[in-house]
């Protein structure tokens, strides 16, 4: 059954060159990028906080930049956010990578550059540095449609807030919420990911007042069969309620099997629930199928329109160059995406879905942004890529070919280049 609404005018809240929809890191990093190079943007958040999964659901590991053997491949804003959350708390990166400079490979090698960090520190931090960058951002903002002029173009973002219904009019799109939720308003190709199970993290406090992160629900044989059983894509509100609603489930049977081993250990109850995470927690729904999408081929292949470098966070060895034509729309030229909204698919989505890659395309997606509205170029595939490589060069990124291009057994190069890219 359905209704129609009847037809209303709504009020335009403001005008922006870029607005990013989403908070995340990849929304984050690109509002960063895209208001650092000089355009007027705006970050809308449908929560209160910056991070996304990162902060609001708990996914505090600030996963590798570098490739396992002690080479650090990823730079640029993606390192910067890493780093961020030391100036708000006592956090530091793994082992020696803490001062990469006046450490031995050796030393490097023997723990990967990443960083366990707290929400608080992360999201507050985030906020000050888009602020700092000139973002505007709006928290408590849904986007729930979008208009498009005859050219197929995105001219306005339709929200929804405490003030009601509005719109926003921008130039460019980035979508950054995780699940190409602008991609589907814009009717793109997408593809879903049906294999999201129920179970994410939560904090446990004990009685005497000590937090604890409990990171999964592991006691497998002893979890509910409906539960077990359970696929989700996340692409409706049903499915992500029962995605909340069993987790929450998860986090119960898990305290209380926690508190079976305690009362073993100790002669009493120690443990009970103490924060749950404040949004589903899917790790992959929708994404993009972009002019390029990423698969497996791509582990070690250089691209020519490379704007960013990642490695695999699951093993070492495996490096991934970003062609940035996996970022952009098909059908509507002046959208881009970011983080686990990219074209990729397969197991390699899998491998970008994380924090590093989102910070990675979104400071691509942001860059190229404020160059479309700089240089008066209408559409994202019509950009110069050199010249976004180069001002993503410019702006700290390092895009050379040998950090893709090598290969390492045990730590040591079989395949060695020492080229530098020129893109000019």
Known sequence: MAITLPERQVPQHGEFDVIVVGGGFGGAAAALAAARNGAKTCLLEKSATLGGLGTAGFV????PLCDGFGHQVSYGIVEELLRLPMKYSPVKPNGAWVDS???????????????????????????????????????????????????????????????????????????????????????EECEVSKNNKPGSWYYSINTKNEIELRTKFSNIAKCPQNIREMRLDGTDFKQVTDHIVYSHELFLLDNELHNEKAIEETGKIKFF?????????FLMTRRIVAPYTMTEVDNHRWHDDAVGIFPDWRKAGPVYALPYSSLYAQRTPNLITVGRCISTTGDTWDVARVIPVCA?????????????????????????????????????????????????????????????????
């Not at 505090?60 to 996963?63: F, G, N, P, Q, S």
């Not at 000050?128 to 002029?149: F, H, M, P, Q, S």
């Not at 629930?273 to 927690?281: E, I």
């Open 360 to 424: 990675i395309s979104g400071q691509a997606a942001g860059t190229a942004a404020a160059l479309c509205v700089r240089e008066n170029v209408q559409h994202f595939a019509d950009i110069n890529v050199c010249m976004l490589q180069n001002q993503l060069v410019s702006d700290g990124v390092k895009l050379e070919r040998s950090l893709v291009e090598n290969v390492y057994e045990d730590g040591f190069s079989i395949k060695h280049k020492t080229t530098k890219t020129n893109f000019i």
């Open 60 to 63: 505090v590991i600030y996963l």
């Open 101 to 187: 400079k006046n450490a031995t490979e050796e030393e490097l090698k023997a723990r990967r550059y990443e960083l366990v960090y707290h929400p608080a520190p992360m999201s507050l931090g985030m906020e000050r540095l888009l602020l700092e960058a000139g973002v505007t951002i709006y928290y408590d903002t849904l986007v729930t449609d979008i208009v498009k002029n005859v050219k197929n173009e995105i001219t306005h973002v339709v929200v929804e807030n405490k003030s009601g219904c509005g719109v926003f009019a921008t130039k460019f799109v980035i979508d950054g919420t995780g699940d190409a939720d602008i991609c589907k308003y814009a009717e």
């Open 273 to 281: 629930p103490g924060f749950v995470p404040s949004m589903a927690c």
